[in-house]
């Protein structure tokens, strides 16, 4: 599936994406990851900073899901797809490690990726967007900074 426009904006706007994956007990894991972006057309990739249940998880079983959210506008993404570890010796890594470098300026160093084939995408909303159809985003966004406290 090609990530749309939308996607990536949303993207470019979120501090956070949440990964979940499924343990060999079949208990998920949700975790929050601070270095990600789209690659290519289809793929999310994410550092593999310390992600040790993850990668544990995604190597029993590789469908997972992502959410990414726009905190302040409370809009975003559900994303779901099949991820694969890339390794630093693997092919492809040289091309999507300068992607996630330039976002840790070189403080945080990984060797593996997690680089996720988006299959299927579906919008995230808040409920006061549809329980209060005429929210606008800049009303969403002072009712967030106040109950946020900034």
Same mark, same amino acid.
């Given at each position: 599936m =090609?990530?749309?426009?939308?996607? =990536? @904006?949303?993207?470019?706007?979120? $501090?956070?994406?949440?990964l979940?994956t $499924?343990?060999?007990?079949?208990i998920?894991?949700?975790? &929050?990851?601070e270095?990600?972006?789209?690659?290519?057309e289809?793929y999310?990739?994410?550092?593999?900073?310390?992600?040790?249940q993850?990668?544990?998880?995604?190597k029993?079983n590789?469908?997972?899901?992502?959410?990414?959210l726009?905190?302040? $506008?409370?809009?975003?993404?559900? %994303?779901?797809?099949?991820?694969?570890?890339?390794?630093?010796?693997?092919?492809?890594?040289?091309?999507?490690?300068?992607?996630?470098?330039?976002? +840790?300026?070189?403080?945080? &160093?990984?060797?593996t990726i997690?680089k996720? @084939?988006? *299959? /299927?995408?579906?919008?995230?909303?808040?409920?006061?967007?549809? %329980?209060?159809?005429? +929210?606008?985003?800049? *009303? /969403?966004?002072a009712s967030? @900074?106040?109950?946020?406290?900034?």
């Amino acid at each position: 599936m =090609k990530l749309s426009k939308e996607i =990536k @904006r949303c993207m470019d706007k979120s $501090v956070l994406c949440w990964l979940a994956t $499924v343990a060999p007990d079949n208990i998920p894991n949700v975790s &929050p990851k601070e270095i990600f972006t789209y690659y290519q057309e289809e793929y999310i990739i994410i550092a593999n900073i310390a992600s040790p249940q993850s990668v544990k998880n995604i190597k029993h079983n590789p469908q997972v899901c992502i959410s990414i959210l726009a905190v302040l $506008v409370q809009k975003g993404f559900q %994303l779901k797809g099949t991820a694969e570890l890339v390794k630093k010796q693997d092919s492809g890594f040289d091309k999507m490690e300068p992607l996630l470098n330039t976002m +840790t300026e070189g403080k945080f &160093p990984f060797n593996t990726i997690i680089k996720i @084939r988006v *299959e /299927q995408a579906k919008p995230i909303i808040a409920p006061k967007y549809i %329980l209060y159809p005429k +929210t606008t985003e800049e *009303e /969403q966004i002072a009712s967030a @900074r106040k109950s946020y406290g900034f």
